[in-house]
């Protein structure tokens, strides 16, 4: 909008000296005696163009304009140089005015260029009409626009209202500027972007706050994608291309940047609004050929540098993100092309068509879905709002609906949390958040993975994780994720996933929805821990730049913190009910033993750490989980039958804490039931003893018995 203040200002103040009768045959302009005004030009008017109807004094300019052009002695008479009319600036113009309006012209000629395709440094007597026609659409459309824009400029939420107006506008606006710039047709003219912006920056005296470059340089990756050529060029053929969809482009990109404002009034329309968002997006691609080159890793790294408020060095997740482009896209690693562009919006459009089949779904099946009891069977529908999948879409959408209906037990809720309770708890944004966690980690499993021996699908064993975290070494580093203990980190990812969650088979590999429950399950813990160490820091002096905390102290205040003010018996009822029950000196024995198991590094002379906090939330997870799978009678322990049960879970992990060959496979049962019994490793003798002689019925694994083996799946 300043540009074309600037352009209209410029000319009034050429033309305001410029009138005359024939040209001078020795002179470069008439005479200044001899120039008069055909009507009085006002600039401080012209400078309202976005905010009054200045027709008058448009026209007023264009009648000077004219006059000049008549009188004026040019070398041809079919254009105006850019010297001609700096030559007449400089010798009546005050020299501080002349040198600013002088470097103005170069700026105004540069846009001519481009606008109406004249020859460079040239001005055409013939396009000063379609000039001035460009002067009257952004007076009448770009006061429209502005006013649309100002009605909302004080209330982000108020865009939706005004939305449809402004769509209008800008389209009818583009549209009549097209209707002008369309007079003259291409003649491969192209302009320079950055080149461009710079000289108009240095022209306006603009600092890098009001005009950063290198973050638009960052962005016209956009500009190969949405309109083709070259990223940093526009050629007059593009520049049509892009007013005819600027209607449709602005309110996408308004609606993407606006989005948080809105109201749903119907829940479910969020997620369609997205889905409809992406799929738009895609419309306004140019058709590239596949193996065309769009952007690099830099163009994103610069913008997301510049866009994002942290302190992440972003350079260091380029080999990470390099190491997953080439595992999940293909092609090379720091190169995008316009193929692994459409997959990257194809996964996109997959994901929220997945979140708005589960949530109409879910809002069909609301009594069902919220019911406490488990679900074994459910029917597909045939809603209205599947109509816009294909057929193979609907049940593959179902199919995974399906599937987690009836195989997952736990759902975030809408703060994030998990419930241990023995009833369902199903939450609509948790079941989608299940969905999407499952859908991103598929991609991993799939390709990281193997099959095992016996097994239908994909699996990842340790050493496939191990290979998977290193090649994200990069970016874990960086975020501060790396464990400091590589090895135990990977044997508790598929340990924890694979025997303690709801889905766990025991079988030594963990498979997607093992994971799925895993990560959700972490999640979910970390929110539990932050909210218990910034409780601590009420009663605890934080040590160092972590604000560790002193062991003693934690101790001291944990249960009273954990349950009395964060009331956590909303999540962990049984837990509660334990530790009511057993009085506060087995519930501190109980909290030592799940120390043990969790800490990095359990050292008395270690203060606990926000990482020992987050890992201490995942084991009571664990344990909770276990109660509620295997204690059947819901007594509180596991009797000797629901040991036996149990046993197949851990059976895995015994025989390797057992140090057990294939022929003494058969005495893991009952190293099970001594670790659970004597809480330590038996040796051989024992083991032999206890074997054959030891009974064992009236065995019971309380949750103090559980906590205190934990350790041993972890040496």
Sequence with gaps: MKILRILLLLASIVLVHSCGDEPLDDQGVMDLSDIQQICAIDAKRLEKILDEDVSRDIRCLNENLNQFVTFV??????????????????????????????????????????????????????????LFDIFEVVNHHGSLIKNSFMKFSDDDAKYWENRNHLNQVVSSASSALLGVITQRGSVGKSLDLIF?????????????????????????????????????????NELQLLF??????????????????RDFKIADDENYFYLDLIKEAQTFFHPHENNEYIFEFKDLSDLIEKVLDNDWEIDNFQESIANLKVRLIGGERDKYTF?????????????????????????????????????????????????????????????????????????????GYLHYFREFKRFKKGFNFTALLRYALKKIVDEYGHVPEGERRKHVSKENVAVAIKEVEGAAREIGLWPKDFDRFVREAVDGSDVFQYQGDGNGYSNVEELTEYVSAILSANKHASSVHEKLLNYCTPIGEDQNIEL???????????????????????????????????????????????????????PLTKVDLNRLMVAFSNVEAIYILYDYNNDGWLDRRELDIAYFRFETVIIKVGELEPKTYKYGHSIFLYLIKKLEIPSVIQMAIFHYLTPKKKIKGTRFNIASILAFFIE
């Design 244 to 261: 005819t969809n600027l209607g449709g482009m602005v309110t996408l990109g308004l609606d993407a940047l606006y989005v948080k404002h």
């Design 552 to 606: 003693n102290c934690y101790r001291e205040y944990f249960w009273h913190i954990f349950f009395n003010e964060l009331g956590n018996q909303k999540y962990f009822s049984k837990l509660y009910e334990y530790i009511q029950s057993v009085g506060m000196e087995e519930a501190q024995q109980y909290l030592l033993n799940m120390e043990k198991y969790a800490r990095e590094f359990p050292d008395e002379s270690l």
């Design 339 to 415: 193929s692994d562009v459409k997959v990257l919006f194809g996964w996109g459009q997959e994901v929220f068509e997945m979140l708005y089949f589960n949530d109409v779904t879910f809002t069909h099946y609301k009594s069902k879905m919220q019911s406490p009891k488990v679900i074994e069977t459910i029917r597909r529908p045939d809603l209205q709002e599947y109509q816009i999948f294909s057929k193979d879409r609907q049940k593959e959408l179902w199919n995974q609906f399906e599937l987690i209906t009836l195989h997952y037990r736990y759902f975030h809720d809408d703060e």
């Design 73 to 130: 002695k040019r070398k041809d008479q079919r254009y105006i140089h850019i010297d001609e009319l700096k030559k007449f600036v400089t010798r009546f113009f005050a020299a501080d005015v002349a040198e600013k309006t002088n470097d103005l012209l170069k700026f105004v000629y540069m846009l001519n260029e481009i606008l109406l395709k004249d020859p460079k440094n040239n001005l055409a007597v013939a396009n000063i009409p379609l």
């Design 196 to 236: 461009f912006l710079e000289e108009l920056k240095t022209i306006l005296g603009l600092d890098d706050d009001q005009m950063n470059i290198p973050l638009i340089d960052s962005y016209l990756f956009l500009k190969k994608l949405i309109l083709g050529g070259e990223k940093r060029v526009i050629t007059d």
